[in-house]
Nanobody, 118 residues
Framework: QVQLVESGGGLVQAGGSLRLSCAASGSIFSINAMGWYRQAPGKQRELVATITSGGSTNYADSVKGRFTISRDNAKNTVYLQMNSLNPQDTAVYYC????????????WGQGTQVTVSS
């Protein structure tokens, strides 16, 4: 089992920045990728960004150039730096982890709310 705990959400004005953190614990040796997803009210959960154990990253088109995903292996923590936020970024952001035995992301955090005011 892997436990994921997010932090760093909050309320910010449009154009502002936030950094989300996700601390992983448990059977982290099995994780080969981690990611951030988000879900806005009335919408499906969508991919924001992912990072592999080798450091390769992938971003949704809507956040490219504004968000940066990174990881600190020593701290077992993944970050999402979000710049130039706009109201469309308002959502609950979830950290997720993909174990090497799974086809997809199998572990999820509890989510952290990000609200961007106009």
């Amino acid at each position: 089992q892997v436990q994921l705990v997010e932090s760093g959400g909050g309320l910010v004005q449009a154009g502002g920045s936030l950094r989300l953190s996700c601390a992983a614990s448990g059977s982290i040796f099995s994780i080969n990728a981690m990611g951030w997803y988000r879900q806005a009210p009335g919408k499906q959960r969508e991919l924001v960004a992912t990072i592999t154990s080798g450091g390769s990253t992938n971003y949704a088109d809507s956040v490219k150039g504004r968000f940066t995903i990174s990881r600190d292996n020593a701290k077992n923590t993944v970050y999402l730096q979000m710049n130039s936020l706009n109201p469309q970024d308002t959502a609950v952001y979830y950290c997720s982890a993909k174990p090497d035995w799974a086809l997809g992301y199998s572990y999820w955090g509890q989510g952290t709310q990000v609200t961007v005011s106009s």
